[in-house]
C-alpha cells in the first residue's frame, strides 16, 4: 500500500525554467510533508518542509505548495539549474508514530 | 563533524552468510534510522531507535537485527542473507522526532546477495 506516491519517474527540463514535481498521498492523518533531494552515491539530503497547517512553504528558488483537500503536494523550483538534476523523494509523517513514508521519486534533469 | 558515517560501501555477500553494517554518527543525535531502497522505490524503514537501549520495528524488519548500546552507533546485523536483501541501505539520525527534525543520511552501503 503505497501511501505516499510520486507519478513521474522521471521529468526533464530546460536551464532557467520552472521544475514542477508532484506528490499524492492517501494517508489523511499525515502531519508533515517534506521534500529530500539525493545525487548519485550519496544520501538524501533534506530539501524544504510544510505543515499541514500550511498551504505554501518558500526557501530561496524552492516553494512547495500543499492542497489538502486534493491531498496533493508539490515542489517548484524556479530559475532551475544544473545542479539541481537529482532524484527528489516526497515524504510525510504523522506525528503520532514518528515514522517517515517516503514516495518513490522523481528524477530531475535539468537541460543546459 | 563527520556526519553520518555507514561501512562497508560496498559489499556482496553469498546466500546464507551473514554481515553487519555499521554506522555512526558524531551529532549526539538521539534518533536513528535504517531504511533500505529498491530499485524504483522509495526508502522503507527497517528499524529505528530513540535512544541507547531503545529500539523498534519500521515497515520491513524481517531478517534484519539491530542494537543501540550507545548514543553513537547503530549497527544493523543480517542473518541467513537472502537475494531479497540486495538493495542500497541507508542510515540516518536526527536529534528528535523525523518530523520536524531534519533527518540526516549516510553515503549508503550497497549489498548485492547472490
Known amino acids: 500500500d503505497q501511501q505516499v506516491k510520486q507519478n513521474s519517474p522521471s521529468l526533464s527540463v530546460q536551464e532557467g525554467r520552472i521544475s514542477i514535481l508532484n506528490c499524492d498521498y492517501t494517508?489523511?492523518?499525515?502531519?508533515?510533508f517534506l521534500w529530500y533531494k539525493k545525487y548519485p552515491a550519496e544520501g538524501p539530503t533534506f530539501l524544504i518542509s510544510?505543515?499541514?497547517?500550511?498551504d505554501k512553504n518558500e526557501d530561496g528558488r524552492f516553494t512547495v505548495f500543499l492542497n489538502k483537500s486534493a491531498k496533493h503536494l508539490s515542489l517548484h523550483i524556479v530559475p532551475s539549474q544544473p545542479g539541481d538534476s537529482a532524484v527528489y523523494f516526497c515524504?510525510?509523517?504523522?506525528?503520532?508514530?514518528?515514522?517517515?513514508?517516503f514516495g518513490t521519486g522523481t528524477r530531475l534533469t535539468i537541460i543546459p | 563533524n563527520a556526519g553520518v558515517t555507514q561501512t562497508p560501501k560496498f559489499r556482496i555477500l553469498k546466500i546464507g552468510q551473514s554481515m553487519t553494517l555499521q554506522c555512526a554518527q558524531d551529532?549526539?543525535?538521539?534518533?536513528m534510522y535504517w531504511y533500505r531502497q529498491d530499485p524504483g522505490m522509495g526508502l522503507k524503514l527497517i528499524y529505528y531507535?530513540?535512544?541507547?537501549?531503545?529500539?523498534d520495528k519500521g515497515e520491513v524488519p524481517n531478517g534484519y537485527n539491530v542494537s543501540r548500546s550507545t548514543t553513537e552507533d547503530f549497527p544493523l546485523r543480517l542473518e541467513l542473507a537472502a537475494p531479497s536483501q540486495t538493495s542500497v541501505y541507508f542510515c540516518?539520525?536526527?536529534?528528535?522526532?523525523?518530523?520536524?527534525?531534519?533527518?540526516?543520511f549516510g553515503p549508503g552501503t550497497r549489498l548485492t546477495v547472490l
Open positions: 540516518a539520525s536526527s536529534y528528535s522526532t523525523g518530523g520536524t527534525d531534519t533527518q540526516y
Open positions: 494517508n489523511s492523518m499525515f502531519d508533515y
Open positions: 510544510i505543515s499541514s497547517i500550511k
Open positions: 515524504a510525510a509523517i504523522n506525528f503520532g508514530n514518528e515514522k517517515l513514508t
Open positions: 551529532m549526539n543525535h538521539n534518533y
Open positions: 531507535s530513540v535512544g541507547a537501549g531503545i529500539t
